[in-house]
Nanobody, 119 residues
Framework: QVRLVESGGGLVQAGGSLRLSCATSRSILSIASMGWYRQAPGKQRELVATITSGGSTDYADSVKGRFTISRDNAKNTVYLQMNSLKPEDTAVYYC?????????????WGQGTQVTVSS
């Protein structure tokens, strides 16, 4: 089991920045990959960014160059630095952790944190 707790959401004006944090309940090095997803009202949840245990990252095209995913192994925390925010970035942001054990894949989700970008 992995418990994930997000924080750092809030209200920001367009062009501003926020940093989201996702704290894990166990060593982040034991989690194959961590990711940030978001879901806007009336829309499906979508991938924002991922980072593997090896440090490889991937981003949705809509956030490339503006968002940065990173992690602090000592704090067992993953971050999402969001710069140049746009109103269309408004959504509930969720942290996800994926563990692999043989052929068993388990996904764990946090409770979500609201990000609202005003124009």
């Amino acid at each position: 089991q992995v418990r994930l707790v997000e924080s750092g959401g809030g209200l920001v004006q367009a062009g501003g920045s926020l940093r989201l944090s996702c704290a894990t309940s166990r060593s982040i090095l034991s989690i194959a990959s961590m990711g940030w997803y978001r879901q806007a009202p009336g829309k499906q949840r979508e991938l924002v960014a991922t980072i593997t245990s090896g440090g490889s990252t991937d981003y949705a095209d809509s956030v490339k160059g503006r968002f940065t995913i990173s992690r602090d192994n000592a704090k067992n925390t993953v971050y999402l630095q969001m710069n140049s925010l746009k109103p269309e970035d408004t959504a509930v942001y969720y942290c996800k952790g994926r563990t692999l054990r043989g052929r068993d894949i388990n996904d764990y989700w946090g409770q979500g944190t609201q990000v609202t970008v005003s124009s």
